[in-house]
Structure formats: C-alpha cells, structure tokens
C-alpha cells in the first residue's frame, strides 16, 4: 500500500506488499523487495537493489551519490540483502566506480544518523549505532558492534564478532573477536559478553583470551615476534584464533593495538 502523496519513479521496481508511507521519494532504478516497510520521508535513489523485508524509518537517505571527489558521474550501484533496519537519519552511499558497488548484507541495524560511504562492504548481523561513521572503502565483518559515534577511517576493516567502545578514532584494523575503545583505539580486551550472547564455547574464549594476551598486552612488542609466539602455543590449534592470526597478516593498515 502506496501513500498517495509519495513519489514513486515510473523506472523503480516495486516487490510484493510493499509499503511507502507519507512524502517518500523513489527513484528510477531502484529495485525493492518483498514486504519492505518505508515509514515516511524516506529517499531512496538508484541504481540500487534492496531485497525482501526492509524497514526504513523516516528521513533514511539511501542509495544516495558518492561523496568522493574522483567520481566521474557514471552509474554506480548500492546492493542490500534481506531484514536490515534503517533508522531516522540514516545514510548509505553508492560506490564510486560502476564495477565496484557498496553492498550491505541482511540482519544489519544502523540506529540514527548511521553513516555509510561509498564503496564499503558489509557482512551481515551488524549494529552500528547512533551517530556511528564509516568512510570510503571500510569493510566491517559478520557480527561487529559499532558503537555511537565511532569514526572508522577510510580503508580499513573491522574484524567479526569484535565491538568499538563509544566516541571511537579507528585509523588501523580492528582484530576480530576484541574490544577496542579510545582516540585513537586501542585494543582493550576480548569481546567476552558478546562471543558468550553469540553461544562461543568456554575452550574457544579461554584459546582466544591467551591469543589477546600473546598478541596486545605488551604493545611495544613487535607484532611479528608476538605472532611467532603465539604459534608455538596450544591456542593457535584453535580455530578462531588461526582466523585471527590470518586477519593480522593480511592487514593493509596494521591493526589496532
């Protein structure tokens, strides 16, 4: 059921029992899925292709153009999965480049005034809360918890299962399965109350929490003596903790420590 005084573009796509409340704005190229909910004063621009189960609160601006001066103007895309929430004041951009879009995964909440730019790539069971920030080209991982107001350079990644305490600088990588907190972050800890909520095992936590303390209690330790001496461990057996060693070999930016 469509409000009448919404504007829906003749070229959008519209899935089965879609609902576009007051004063919501469609445009050409947008394709939404099945059951989406559009409360009121919402913009959603094309190309962009949302699927089923979408609930958008009002003034979520979505699908909207890239920030990034290096853009050209050719058509660039914003691919979103199943079951997000958007809240009130909500941004998601599209890429820059037409081969590259920003994509966003399904069970995902971005609370007020979340921030997604260009270019990002996003898993899936995210949160990022109020007024949480993410620039060009960040890549956040299943399960990760971006608190309010937590800025995230551009280029990094955000390991899964890990959580930013509030008001958060990210400049580096964030490792997977920690806490980081500060400006700029460090790594504080495990993430332990969130891996316990996501039903992790107790020999998981404890391999886990002995990699943390190999790897980020000592931060003037150089990080490739830390890794050779958590590999000789019985931890590094387990098969969350190769995971995380794998992320901090193959960080770009270094990661927070």
């Known amino acids: 059921m469509n409000h009448p005084t919404a504007i829906i573009s003749p070229d959008a796509i519209l899935g089965a029992d879609v609902a576009i409340g007051p004063y919501c704005v469609i445009g050409a ?8 909910v559009l409360h009121s004063h919402v913009v959603i621009e094309g190309p962009c292709r949302i699927g089923a189960d979408n609930e958008f609160f009002p003034f ?3 699908g909207g153009k890239t920030q990034d001066l290096k853009y050209i103007g050719e058509p660039t895309h914003l691919e979103i999965g199943d079951h997000n929430v958007f809240r009130e004041n909500t941004t998601i951009h599209r890429g820059t480049h037409e081969e590259i879009p920003t994509r966003i995964g399904s069970h ?29 080209h960040v890549v956040v991982e299943d399960y990760a918890i971006i608190s309010g107001l937590t800025a995230v ?11 930013t305490g509030g008001c ?9 399965f920690m806490l980081v907190d500060g400006n700029p972050a460090t790594t504080r800890g495990l993430n332990q109350v969130g891996l316990q909520r996501r039903g992790f095992s107790e020999d998981d936590i ?7 303390k190999k790897l980020f209690l000592k931060k003037d ?37």
Not at 29 to 36: F, H, I, K, P
Not at 153 to 163: L, P, T, V
Not at 168 to 176: E, L
């Open 29 to 36: 190229g947008v394709v939404l899925g099945d059951r989406c």
């Open 60 to 62: 979520a601006v979505i």
């Open 108 to 136: 995902n909440l971005f609370l007020c005034y979340a921030h997604v730019a260009h270019d990002c790539q996003l898993g899936s069971h995210i949160i990022m809360s109020n007024n949480g920030t993410l620039a060009g």
């Open 153 to 163: 350079h551009q280029f990094c990644r955000i390991g899964k299962h890990s959580i």
């Open 168 to 176: 958060s600088k990210i400049v580096q990588d964030i490792p997977p």
């Open 206 to 212: 404890r391999a886990l929490k002995s990699a943390y």
């Open 221 to 257: 330790l150089n990080m490739t003596i830390a890794l050779s001496s958590l590999k000789a461990t019985s931890a590094a057996s387990n098969p969350h903790v190769a995971e995380l060693m794998d992320f901090i070999e193959n960080s770009h930016r270094g990661v927070t420590r």
